[in-house]
């Protein structure tokens, strides 16, 4: 795995060399144009150069002379120049990152001037998408810095910290000027202040000194720290330092069993914050073509390979070898530099036909701008339960916008985004991806829902979905009514290379879905999606049948079916509600999908559903095409419903 120590080095190796004759002039040079890693997705500004400490180990002091600091301005000026060429990420370096400011007069009661320039560079440089920090000496940080990490969403949630060990005895040795007390409240702070905050650190393995108990005192520390990246470095007696008259030496073995030690303490660690990203949606600059991290630095891989250098949004799907698995979603650029997905143009037509509902209704209210008085609130619910919100969300929503507005002067514009606000908020404890976990091999989906909904059509794109993201999928075609619904299903699973177990027309479809599961268990497959004939909700017998099908299943695993998805047309309005009351209560219902919002104006269902009984909303559909489902996103369905983007 590349870690930012290397790509710091790498970035190192690019730089023009630079003579220096008097170090103070480096102050006003800040690292080359495009320094970095990876041209096309993140940047390196050199910020700081030299040490003023004398740790033990290092030559750092002697080779690269005192501590300087690149001017504030120069620094500004060399990211607004890396973000105009198109890099989203810019990553801070420096021998002693922390120290910044330190020479040139910028430590005052504000904090470090880590803090300061960190701010500048914020305010100044609006379209940067994130920022990252190099290593960092822990005693450095101040609360100013932890007060930026709790309001800057752009500062990444990803510190790597120069802790080194985590014994005091070993500490003192390395002349580090922090106690494991200090490092302790330095990752509280941090937490406090971003409480989903990783960090990574360099340890070093073995060094002069370090008994067996120091070691394993300074393990349980380590541990305790859930360090999520770490550098472990063997100590290594060639290079002549200041180290080298500490004895006594730890023998080659031990120095290797104990960096041993430390690195599984991490992938143990990284394994937990992967686990914690499944299932979710996250935005991922991507490196290569098929690689890139997250906000937290977490590595994702992507089954296809998309353009290099651009940001987007990954539903992750699970995590394999150290690295999380997903497929991008929204708008994103092929590895071929075709727009690819045009997902929220194509939601934005979907819900062309709801929102130019809200968009009409709310301007016939406001055809001027005028005063919010409750004559006006009963309109705009109107508006609202008019395009399927239901009444009790209606309300909440104008009576939170009586809270702040009420007798003041206000537009349709702001009202739209008033609603939109509170509607993400209400749509986004529900908008879930439909996760998969592999190692159930299979995870089993069970699809239900009233005749027509789309539950062969959502399958299929589900499949598709999956199956790009690298798992093996597997069909049962549950709907033993009809020979069209069989071959239907089939033709999705050619389309998509994934087997589809099938019976002959009125076989019992139980005994289908339970020799399916089988046949799935036995092959090892990653996922399989159980398909339903479609059934409406007041038919007691039809009921009992799918109940049935989930009775049976469970006589394999108890625990399946894992989700149990029901499939509504957004077309039929009010009656949803019943549909999900009585699927819930049959077969308890997991999650949903929401189809054909693009033909309807009524697409509010969505939002009272979410209100009402807080299911998952696993993905919405708002076409026939294989890519016309995805997961559903609160902010953007809101924005999209009240017609703001
Ligand atoms: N416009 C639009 N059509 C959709 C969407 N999802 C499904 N459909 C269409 O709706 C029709 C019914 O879809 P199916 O997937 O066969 O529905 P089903 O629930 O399996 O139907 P039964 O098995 O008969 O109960 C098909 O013509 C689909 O192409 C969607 O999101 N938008
Ligand atoms: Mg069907």
């Known amino acids: 795995m590349k870690n930012?120590?290397?790509?710091?080095?790498?970035?190192?190796?690019?730089?023009?060399?630079?003579?220096?004759?008097?170090?103070?002039?480096?102050?006003?040079?800040?690292?080359?144009?495009?320094?970095?890693?990876?041209?096309?997705?993140?940047?390196?500004?050199?910020?700081?150069?030299?040490?003023?400490?004398?740790?033990?180990?290092?030559?750092?002091?002697?080779?690269?002379?005192?501590?300087?600091?690149v001017a504030v301005d120069a620094i500004v000026k060399q990211a607004q120049d890396l973000t105009s060429a198109g890099l989203r990420e810019l990553v801070l370096i420096g021998d002693d990152v922390a120290s910044y400011g330190a020479d040139i007069g910028l430590c005052d009661d504000r904090g470090t001037g880590l803090t300061q320039v960190l701010e500048a560079i914020f305010a100044a440089v609006p379209d940067i998408l994130r920022v990252r920090l190099g290593v960092l000496d822990p005693v450095r940080l101040d609360q100013g810095f932890f007060d930026l990490l709790a309001r800057e969403p752009k500062l990444m949630g990803h510190l790597h910290l120069s802790l080194q060990a985590g014994d005091d005895a070993v500490l003192k040795n390395v002349n580090r000027r922090h106690s494991v007390d200090d490092i302790d409240a330095v990752l509280?702070?941090?937490?406090?202040?971003?409480?989903?905050?990783?960090?990574?650190?360099?340890?070093?393995?073995?060094?002069?000194?370090?008994?067996?108990?120091?070691?394993?005192?300074?393990?349980?520390?380590?541990?305790?720290?859930?360090?999520?990246y770490v550098n472990v470095f063997p100590y290594s007696t060639n290079l002549k330092t200041p180290a080298a008259t500490i004895l006594p030496l730890v023998s080659g073995d031990d120095i290797k069993q104990r960096a041993q030690a430390l690195q599984s303490l991490s992938t143990t660690a990284l394994d937990r914050h992967l686990q914690s990203l499944t299932g979710s949606v996250h935005a991922v600059l991507m490196e290569t073509e098929d690689f890139g991290r997250t906000e937290s630095f977490a590595p994702v891989r992507l089954a296809k390979p998309i353009g290099r250098g651009q940001v987007v949004n990954v539903a992750v799907t699970a995590q394999r070898g150290g690295e999380l698995l997903g497929a991008p979603m929204g708008d994103y650029t092929t590895a071929s530099g075709d727009k690819a997905g045009g997902w929220l143009k194509k939601m934005k037509t979907g819900l062309g036909k709801s929102s130019a509902r809200m968009t009409s209704g709310i301007g016939q209210v406001f055809t001027v701008r005028r005063r919010l008085d409750d004559d006006v609130l009963e309109q705009l619910e109107e508006v609202l339960i008019s395009a399927d919100i239901g009444v009790s969300t209606a309300t909440k929503l104008t009576a939170n916008l009586a809270k702040t507005r009420f007798d003041k002067e206000i537009d349709d514009g702001e009202v739209r985004s008033a609603f939109a606000q509170d509607i993400e908020q209400i749509l986004a404890d529900v908008a879930k991806p439909l996760e998969i976990n592999t190692i159930l091999k299979p995870h089993v989906v069970l699809v239900c829902g009233v005749n027509g909904s789309g539950k062969t059509t959502t399958i299929g794109k589900l499949a598709k979905q999956y199956s790009d993201a690298g798992k093996s999928v597997m069909l049962a075609a549950g709907d033993t009514f009809r020979a069209?619904?069989?071959?239907?299903?089939?033709?999705?699973?050619?389309?998509?290379?994934?087997?589809?177990?099938?019976?002959?027309?009125?076989?019992?479809?139980a005994g289908l879905a339970f020799d399916?599961?089988?046949?799935?268990?036995?092959?090892?497959?990653?996922?399989?999606?159980?398909?339903?004939?479609?059934?409406?909700?007041?038919?007691?017998?039809?009921?009992?049948?799918?109940?049935?099908?989930?009775?049976?299943?469970?006589?394999?695993?108890?625990?399946?079916?894992?989700?149990?998805?029901?499939?509504?047309?957004?077309?039929?309005?009010?009656?949803?509600?019943?549909?999900?009351?009585?699927?819930?209560?049959?077969?308890?219902?997991?999650?949903?999908?929401?189809?054909?919002?693009?033909?309807?104006?009524?697409?509010?269902?969505?939002?009272?559903?979410?209100?009402?009984?807080?299911?998952?909303?696993?993905?919405?559909?708002?076409?026939?095409?294989a890519d016309d489902l995805r997961a559903f996103n609160a902010k953007d369905f809101a924005r999209n419903l009240m017609g703001l983007d």
């Not at 941090?190 to 340890?203: H, M, T, Y």
């Not at 069209?484 to 479809?509: F, K, N, T």
């Open 188 to 228: 509280k702070e941090a937490r406090n202040a971003r409480p989903n905050i990783v960090f990574g650190a360099d340890l070093i393995a073995g060094f002069p000194g370090e008994t067996e108990d120091m070691f394993a005192h300074g393990l349980s520390a380590i541990k305790r720290w859930n360090l999520t």
């Open 4 to 69: 930012l120590d290397d790509e710091a080095r790498h970035a190192d190796a690019h730089e023009d060399t630079l003579v220096l004759t008097d170090p103070h002039q480096v102050q006003n040079l800040a690292g080359p144009l495009g320094a970095g890693y990876d041209p096309s997705a993140r940047g390196f500004l050199h910020i700081q150069h030299g040490c003023d400490h004398a740790c033990s180990f290092c030559l750092i002091p002697t080779t690269q002379g005192p501590s300087r600091s």
């Open 484 to 509: 069209a619904a069989i071959e239907q299903l089939q033709v999705w699973g050619e389309r998509v290379g994934a087997p589809v177990m099938a019976r002959e027309i009125g076989a019992d479809s």
């Open 516 to 625: 399916a599961l089988q046949e799935a268990r036995s092959q090892g497959v990653d996922v399989l999606l159980v398909d339903t004939a479609g059934r409406l909700q007041n038919k007691t017998h039809l009921m009992e049948e799918l109940e049935k099908v989930v009775r049976v299943l469970k006589k394999i695993d108890d625990t399946t079916p894992h989700d149990v998805v029901l499939v509504l047309d957004a077309t039929v309005g009010q009656n949803a509600h019943a549909q999900v009351e009585i699927f819930k209560k049959s077969v308890n219902v997991s999650g949903l999908v929401m189809t054909k919002l693009d033909g309807t104006a009524k697409g509010g269902v969505v939002v009272a559903l979410a209100d009402k009984f807080g299911l998952p909303v696993h993905a919405i559909g708002v076409g026939e095409g």
